[in-house]
């Protein structure tokens, strides 16, 4: 009989790469987010009731997946009043099912890389509907897309859990309401929604690139599949620069991946990267994208926008062949640009960073102290964390290791919690 906590496990880590493509796919199905994530819990339910005692199965996505399906085949019998929707929707199923191999995600992927009615994005653009408040299509899509936790996307908006859990609960009933369509939109549909989609999916990278928590630095499905989306995005609005930008971006971010982490999974932080290491396929699709974002820009006589700046901040890491060859006078200048852009503290703290340098860890140090009383870093690790890499710099040790201390506690993510407690042990050293 296999091990029940290692079965456990197994589904867990199943459920977190799969959530996704099954509450869409089952969107897809019934039309109703909502519904279509409450028969996705059904199928993990199911799943942690028969995988401890008969093994997880060769094919646990499709298994999901057509578990999930049949509970909404089972739940649209039960309604009178979808009979003709219903032998739509099985002559649909039959279809897809034949799809399905025993590698399930990236056959699946491969078979509908090129398709703009991808169901993932329909769910994508679905949750970002205009009905909807900003905030509120950020957190239902991050909940429904990456499959990330109130507690995760929370941290991820830097606002308080019980308000994205309520976000999220009167998104899933507008959307219900207003039997918004599960599609992709077109024409000039698309513009409102745009915006909204392309911030979901860098959240999304972002949770990837850097987990808010649990025991691991990285989270790479995630990145993956922001970074998938993205590149449809691109096909399907390409004259859209940001789309383009935001492209660019994941694609420098993403390079760097396999020399982020050593082989314990411990970070290992950018200036200490072994640059051999990265993606230099990745980076030539970036510094691509971002030549494409910047023209379109400028034909259409916009200046650059967010992902677009920060894309070419990327690109200046990119392209320095070794840390001390970082033009970090062009990154500090272009983090000016992206601070009158869209002025937020994160991006002014790394401001103050690429500042510090440029033109030395006072100047750095100076910026990140007008920071400390900002009411939406308080609970931010990283501005702690900043300010004692600036003192350790200056030589104030003891500051610098209480600020690495406070910055530990703050931190959720097991590897980033270990990384700034050694920064501080290494700061007490005199």
Not at 32 to 52: F, K, N, R
Not at 122 to 137: N, Q
Not at 166 to 190: C, H, M, S
């Amino acid at each position: 009989m296999p091990n029940e906590r290692t079965t456990h496990e197994a589904i867990a880590a199943v459920w977190r790469i799969e959530q996704a493509r099954i509450v869409a796919g089952v969107a897809r199905m019934v039309r109703d987010i909502g519904l279509a994530e409450e028969l996705a819990q059904d199928a993990l339910v199911a799943a942690l009731e028969h995988w401890p005692g008969e093994g997880v199965p060769a094919n646990p996505g499709a298994w999901l997946m057509t578990t999930a399906k049949h509970r909404a085949l089972d739940r649209l019998r039960r309604d009178k009043n979808l009979a003709t929707k219903l032998e739509q929707i099985g002559l649909d199923l039959e279809a897809r099912e034949a799809l399905v191999v025993p590698d399930f995600v990236d056959a699946l992927d491969a078979a509908r890389q090129d398709d703009i009615g991808d169901d993932l994005l329909r769910l994508v653009f679905t949750a970002c509907h205009p009905l909807l408040s900003p905030d509120a299509r950020v957190a239902l899509t991050l909940k429904l897309l990456g499959g990330l936790t109130t507690a995760e996307i929370a941290r991820a908006c830097l606002v308080p859990e019980p308000t994205i859990a309520q976000r999220i609960v009167r998104a899933k009933r507008t959307l219900a309401e207003a039997r918004v369509p599960f599609e992709v939109p077109r024409g000039e549909d698309l513009a409102p929604r745009l915006t909204s989609v392309l911030e979901v999916v860098y959240l999304i990278f972002n949770e990837g690139y850097t987990a808010t928590a649990g025991d691991d630095w990285m989270r790479p499905a995630l990145c993956d599949e922001a970074l998938r989306l993205a590149r449809i995005l691109s096909e399907l609005a390409p004259e859209e620069a940001e789309v383009h930008g935001l492209a660019a971006l994941l694609e420098l971010q993403a390079s760097r991946t396999a020399a982020r982490t050593d082989e314990q999974g411990r970070p290992v932080l950018l200036a200490d990267q072994n640059r051999a290491r990265w993606d230099h396929l990745l980076i030539r699709r970036g510094l691509a994208a971002l030549s494409r974002a910047e023209q379109l820009s400028a034909t259409q006589g916009q200046p650059l926008g967010p992902y677009t700046l920060q894309a070419a901040i990327a690109a200046c890491h990119a392209r320095a062949p070794k840390a001390e060859a970082t033009d970090w006078a062009g990154i500090a200048a272009l983090y000016d640009a992206l601070a009158q852009a869209t002025p937020s503290p994160v991006v002014e703290l790394n401001r103050a960073v690429a500042v510090a340098m440029a033109f030395g860890p006072a100047a750095g140090l100076a910026i990140v102290d007008t920071l400390v009383g900002e009411p939406a870093l308080k609970n931010y690790q990283w501005l702690p964390a900043v300010r004692g890499d600036l003192l350790s710099k200056l030589g104030r040790a003891d500051e610098a290791r209480d600020e690495f201390l406070r910055a530990a506690a703050l931190a959720k993510n097991e590897r980033e919690k270990a990384l700034l407690e050694a920064r501080a042990a290494a700061a007490g050293v005199h």
